[in-house]
């Protein structure tokens, strides 16, 4: 076995393919300007294929840290019922493109959703359509849009809705099924799923044809038409640059899963908890600034929580999840005060820091790096690591210690240098037992004490080891726990008990067994049946010959949290280590969970990194 990559450019590069299941059925391509419209598979719908897990057109996406979520249509307050006259107050009230990308720009996102289209803000499409059924605007407020951000680099995606269980919100049909039949030459009810699939899939391939330069759509939920008549292929083969994401369910062919707004984690930032799909899928949340009220301005100017939406921001840049902010825009555009007032405040607080959010992946998970999550004395945080120099990370501390000192797991990076990244001075520190000690801390940031860490490397992580397994699922072997890839898992098959066993090739000095689990169980119990599905008993054995092991040289429980995880041993010369795991978290009544275990990662540390460069400071 070979050390965890550190280096996320060589990481980056990797590119797996899942097995693309063969649709039948399906037409010739059809021209450019036409959808195609195959026929249905037997059983009436059209498999979903899986696409590459990474793929260029994600660029964009993977190097952003967040967007801004606008949720805006004719039910933004006051609410208009007529489409003329909510795009006449929206012209008369000076809307322009450019306020929300200088807003985007404060918030230092890197692309926009706008959601106009949205089942509770009256299906309003906010650019000039020759299809009928609901809201269009003669003005092309969706193409300045793209061209205002496009002009400052950034993207714009659209939402597109499945849903037309609100056509009748407040009392009013905001749906036109007669003008969308006459248009089709058939009756077509769009107050039905089918229907509304027919009209939603029509308007996707209008706006295609229409904006070349768009980022791609943010889908909410999915619609048997559409899988039916294969519309996320179509996308693909048309707009090869469109990024598809999905709100709230996995669908393999889209590039990106959205997890919409979670409460009940601890601590309450650390959004990234209820995230329920592994990476490195393409992964995103998406959150209200305004800590009550709708998603979209209904009115009324909540106040904004800042030490919780910068804490979501950072938990989900230390974890290598994209965040999307939602803001409750007015009827001209402009953000309720409060709102507007905490993107100003964003601007100047995170320019100081923003080398240890941009350009970054979460440390301590696929991409190497410190410890994250619970540390000493309460303290609570993330840590970053750069993609260009895996020894450059950064160590996010949103809660402090209640003492002055940080204790941080090394990982086995070797230590250089400490300074605090907003004032630029160096801080005391210390490394010993694989730990990384800070003192002296003090005057603590209210929501982000940002630590810059140099490493020189890593030491003492065993190389050319063998990794077997007492249990695996199909093409997910215990070497595949041990072969560098993140793109590849040890798979248990959900046995119970089960070993990992260690093969170093002879007798060498272990110290230490490093573990990254597969980050795809919830870490608190959103109802009975979500359990964390991570190692809870444990046993470590070890042995000479392989096949006399002795009684186990260390036992315990792991906790339920995210991120690397070591289990320290008194250090002996041993051939094979053994990792015996007896119980996960997750309980009987979790389905999908019990008895689950996959790991990324593991390796044996024959010894604790030692500091860099002779000593400390």
């Given at each position: 076995m070979t050390p965890p990559t550190t280096d996320p450019r060589a990481r980056a590069a990797a590119i797996v393919l899942f097995v693309v299941a063969l649709v039948l059925g399906l037409g010739h391509p059809a021209a450019p300007a036409t959808p195609r419209d195959p026929s249905p598979a037997a059983n009436g719908s059209t498999a979903v294929q899986p696409l590459d897990l990474e793929n260029p057109r994600q660029d964009f996406l993977r190097n952003s840290v967040g967007g801004l979520f606008l949720h805006w249509g004719l039910r933004t307050a006051p609410a208009h019922t007529s489409c003329t006259a909510w795009e006449d107050d929206v012209t008369n009230g000076g809307w322009t493109p450019d306020y929300w990308v200088k807003e985007a720009q404060k918030l230092h996102t890197q692309y926009l959703v706008l959601a106009s289209f949205h089942s509770r803000l009256g299906y309003a499409r906010p650019w000039p359509?020759?299809?009928?059924?609901?809201?269009?605007?003669?003005?092309?407020?969706?193409?300045?849009?793209?061209?205002?951000?496009?002009?400052?680099?950034?993207?714009?995606?659209?939402?597109?809705?499945?849903?037309?269980?609100?056509?009748d919100e407040g009392g009013h049909e905001w749906l036109d099924s007669a003008a969308y039949s006459?248009?089709?030459?058939?009756?077509?009810?769009?107050?039905?799923?089918?229907?509304?699939?027919?009209?939603?899939?029509?308007?996707?391939?209008?706006?295609?044809?229409?904006?070349?330069?768009?980022?791609?759509?943010?889908?909410?939920?999915?619609?048997?038409?559409?899988?039916?008549?294969?519309?996320?292929?179509?996308?693909?083969?048309?707009?090869?640059?469109?990024?598809?994401?999905?709100?709230?369910?996995?669908?393999?062919?889209?590039?990106?899963?959205?997890?919409?707004?979670?409460?009940?984690?601890?601590?309450?930032?650390?959004y990234p908890q209820a995230v329920y799909t592994a990476q490195p899928r393409l992964t995103e949340a998406d959150f209200k600034l305004p800590s009550t009220g709708a998603w979209w301005y209904s009115g009324s100017d909540p106040s904004v929580d800042r030490a919780l939406t910068l804490g979501r921001l950072i938990t989900n840049a230390g974890s290598s999840v994209k965040a999307l902010m939602a803001e409750t825009a007015q009827v001209n555009g402009t953000f309720p005060a409060n709102q507007a007032a905490f993107n100003t405040f964003a601007d100047s607080y995170l320019d100081p820091i923003w080398e240890s959010l941009h350009g970054t992946e979460g440390g301590g998970y696929l991409y190497g790096g410190l410890k994250p999550g619970a540390w000493n004395d309460g303290a609570y945080g993330v840590t970053t690591i750069a993609k260009a120099d895996a020894d450059r990370q950064y160590v996010h501390v949103l809660t402090p210690p209640s003492t002055s000192t940080l204790r941080?797991?090394?990982?086995?990076?070797?230590?250089?240098?400490?300074?605090?990244?907003?004032?630029?001075?160096?801080?005391?520190?210390?490394?010993?037992?694989?730990?990384?000690?800070?003192?002296?801390?003090?005057?603590?940031?209210?929501?982000?004490?940002?630590?810059?860490?140099?490493?020189?490397?890593?030491?003492?992580?065993?190389?050319?080891?063998k990794v077997s397994a007492s249990a695996s699922a199909s093409g997910h072997t215990g070497q595949a726990a041990g072969d560098r890839d993140h793109l590849t898992y040890w798979d248990s098959d959900k046995t119970l008990p089960v070993n990992l066993t260690f093969d170093l090739g002879s007798a060498k000095k272990v110290q230490y067994l490093g573990l990254n689990q597969r980050e795809d169980s919830v870490a608190y119990a959103r109802s009975d049946t979500e359990q964390s599905a991570r190692i809870k008993d444990y046993k470590v054995y070890l042995s000479n010959d392989g096949s006399t092991w002795g009684s186990a040289v260390k036992t315990g429980q792991l906790p339920s949290r995210?991120?690397?995880?070591?289990?320290?041993?008194?250090?002996?010369?041993?051939?094979?280590?053994?990792?015996?795991?007896?119980?996960?978290?997750?309980?009987?009544?979790?389905?999908?969970?019990?008895k689950r275990?996959?790991?990324?990662?593991?390796?044996?540390?024959?010894?604790?990194?030692?500091?860099?460069?002779?000593?400390q400071s």
């Open positions: 359509s020759r299809i009928p059924g609901s809201c269009s605007t003669e003005r092309d407020f969706l193409g300045e849009l793209i061209t205002a951000a496009k002009a400052k680099g950034m993207k714009v995606i659209l939402y597109m809705t499945n849903d037309p269980q609100w056509h006459s248009y089709k030459g058939k009756h077509v009810d769009l107050t039905t799923n089918d229907g509304f699939g027919q009209f939603s899939y029509d308007n996707f391939f209008e706006v295609m044809d229409r904006y070349p330069d768009l980022g791609g759509f943010w889908i909410d939920n999915d619609s048997s038409y559409w899988e039916s008549h294969d519309l996320y292929r179509q996308i693909y083969d048309r707009r090869p640059n469109y990024t598809l994401s999905n709100n709230n369910e996995d669908t393999p062919i889209m590039d990106m899963i959205s997890n919409e707004q979670k409460t009940g984690m601890t601590p309450a930032y650390d941080v797991r090394d990982n086995g990076y070797r230590i250089a240098s400490v300074t605090n990244l907003r004032t630029g001075k160096a801080v005391s520190w210390s490394q010993s037992g694989g730990v990384l000690t800070l003192t002296g801390l003090g005057a603590w940031d209210p929501y982000d004490t940002v630590f810059k860490v140099t490493t020189a490397g890593r030491q003492g992580i065993l190389t050319g080891v995210r991120g690397i995880q070591g289990i320290d041993l008194t250090a002996a010369n041993a051939r094979y280590v053994r990792l015996e795991v007896d119980t996960t978290w997750a309980a009987a009544t979790d389905t999908t969970r019990y275990l996959r790991i990324d990662e593991a390796w044996i540390g024959t010894s604790y990194a030692t500091p860099a460069n002779g000593g």
